[in-house]
Every structure is written in C-alpha cells, then in structure tokens.
C-alpha cells in the first residue's frame, strides 16, 4: 500500500478564495509527522508546515492549517484567501518514527493553479 | 533565508563525463543528508540517506558505484553521477534536517543535469 495518498489530478481556485488539497497516508508507527511542503516552477522545496501525530490540535502556519484526522489518517491542506504565487505543485509527506536516518516519503503531488 | 545550499544549479555535458553536485547546511551541522531525484511532473524518489563520516544507504534499484555519495564533513554532502549517460539526466535535489524528530528537512534548490 502506497504510504501517502494524494489522488486529486490537478486544482483550481479563484483569487482569495480558500483550497483544500487532500492527503491520506498509512502507517502502523504509533510515532510520525506530517509535513507540506510547495514546490513552484523553478524547483526548489519550501516548508509550509508540520504536524505531529501526538499533537492535540491541528497545526497552523499563516495562511497554511493542516486538517489532521488521525482516525481516518488524512491530514489535508487549507490554504485560505489564495494568492496568484501560491499557483505551484504541493507535496504531502510523512516521517515514521524519529531516528536520525528516519526518512520522508513524498505523495504524489497535487498541482494548484490560481486563478485572477 | 536558504539553510542548505546546492551547487551547481544547472548542469549540461557530453555523454561519458562525470559531475559532482555540493549540499552544504549553512548554519547548523547536519549528521544526516539526503539525495533525491525528480523527473518532470512526478514526486521526490529517495535515492540515497548520507550520513557524515560513514558510508551512504542506497535505496533498492539505486547504483551504488553510478551514483557516489560523499559526506566527509558535517555541513558537507557531495553526490557524484559517475560516467553520465541521457537516461541519468533529471533534476536531482539534496535535503537535511537540524536535530530529529519533528524538524523539518530544508531542501536545497536543485540541480537540473542534462546529459547530451
């Protein structure tokens, strides 16, 4: 079974508006982490945010909050009031456990256009 | 501000020709570095998981002598494509994380390899 799920092809959302883009992800580790990172056209990885899987509460970055269900294991991105640079590929990835080599392993991606 | 740098960004040369690509952490030393490649449109794969002063972890179906890993000091990774061929060009991106657990892995900006 595929470790991170991202199964929507391509997204789009109108300026200002809110998107949610979905991730679900499988692990029998009692002990992982969630991240989102945005990749845009010209390569580079950048950080959104983190959420553990003992945190109480759904992790918050700006315009960035993570809807963390544990009991279906999905922990969807909310980007709230759009931006044109938000337009870009966004990634879901999960760390199992918390040793140093402990890796992550990347979803599939899911492509967001803004629109103006 | 950048936390792992990486260089050279672009790369093109002939077929049979060997290229090394530098990850540096900037400002904190990183035990563990991780090499990635991406082809357009897909994921992040995980090739390798370096480790200063030790040999690297090569995933399953990565060549060892195609692809070396040096990690000779603790802000320092290099990743050597060795005897390139067409087939070996793709964006390759290299990634590290201060401490364990809930950090985030900070990417560097990639590199693009041609191979004509």
């Known amino acids: 079974a595929q470790k991170i799920t991202q199964t929507q092809p391509g997204m789009f959302v109108q300026e200002k508006e809110a998107v949610t883009l979905d991730c679900t992800y499988d692990?029998?580790?009692?002990?992982?982490?969630l991240f989102w990172y945005k990749q845009p056209s010209s390569g580079e990885m950048i950080f959104l945010i983190y959420?553990?899987?003992?945190?109480?509460q759904n992790a918050t970055e700006g315009r960035y909050s993570l809807n963390f269900q544990k009991a279906r294991k999905s922990a969807n991105l909310v980007i709230s009031a759009s931006q044109l640079g938000d337009s870009a590929m966004y990634f879901c990835?999960?760390?199992?456990?918390?040793?140093?080599?402990?890796?992550?392993?990347f979803g599939k991606g899911i492509t967001l256009s803004v629109r103006p | 501000g950048a936390v792992v740098s990486q260089h050279p960004s672009w790369v093109i040369c002939k077929s049979g020709t060997s290229v090394k690509i530098e990850c540096r952490s900037l400002?904190?030393?990183?035990?563990?570095m991780f090499w990635y490649r991406q082809f357009p449109k897909q994921s992040l794969m995980l090739m390798a998981t370096s480790n200063e002063g030790s040999k690297a972890t090569y995933e399953q179906g990565v060549e060892k002598d195609k692809f070396l890993i040096n990690h000779a000091s603790l802000t320092l990774s290099t990743l050597t494509v060795t005897s390139a061929h067409p087939e070996d060009s793709s964006f390759y991106i290299c990634?590290?994380?201060?401490?364990?657990?809930?950090?985030?892995?900070?990417f560097g900006d990639g590199t693009r390899l041609s191979i004509l």
């Open positions: 959420q553990g899987s003992y945190d109480q």
């Open positions: 990634s590290a994380r201060r401490g364990i657990s809930n950090q985030p892995q900070h």
């Open positions: 990835a999960m760390r199992e456990g918390a040793g140093a080599n402990s890796k992550l392993t």
């Open positions: 692990t029998s580790d009692p002990s992982y982490g």
């Open positions: 400002d904190f030393q990183a035990t563990t």
